[in-house]
Nanobody
Framework: QVQLVESGGGLVQAGGSLRLSCAASGRTFSAYAMGWFRQGLGKERDFVAG????????YYAGSVKGRFTISRDNAKNTVYLQMNSLKPEDTAVYYC??????????????WGQGTQVTVSS
């Protein structure tokens, strides 16, 4: 069983930055892709960013490309999401997800509990 624990959410003003972390346990972290998703109030859960098992390849949703950076530290079993130039529309619950394979496109089978990010205007 895979456990994912997110941290780093909070309240920030527009234009500010936050870094989310997700600590994983329960299987060989470096063998699987990882991703970040988000769900705004009353909206569906959307893909934000993904990173391959090796960390070499990344992929971003168009709405965050150039502002967000996903990275991973396989030695620490942790994946990060650095969020810069935040906008009010980035407000959502952010979820860490663990893939079932090495590829970024998924599927993603395991989910964290989510961390709230609120961006004020």
């Amino acid at each position: 069983q895979v456990q994912l624990v997110e941290s780093g959410g909070g309240l920030v003003q527009a234009g500010g930055s936050l870094r989310l972390s997700c600590a994983a346990s329960g299987r060989t972290f470096s063998a699987y892709a990882m991703g970040w998703f988000r769900q705004g109030l009353g909206k569906e859960r959307d893909f934000v960013a993904g990173i391959s098992a090796s960390g070499i390849s990344t992929y971003y949703a168009g709405s965050v490309k150039g502002r967000f950076t996903i990275s991973r530290d396989n030695a620490k079993n942790t994946v990060y999401l650095q969020m810069n130039s935040l906008k009010p529309e980035d407000t959502a619950v952010y979820y860490c997800a663990a893939g079932s394979s090495t590829v970024i496109t998924g599927p993603y089978s395991y989910w964290g509990q989510g961390t709230q990010v609120t961006v004020s205007s």
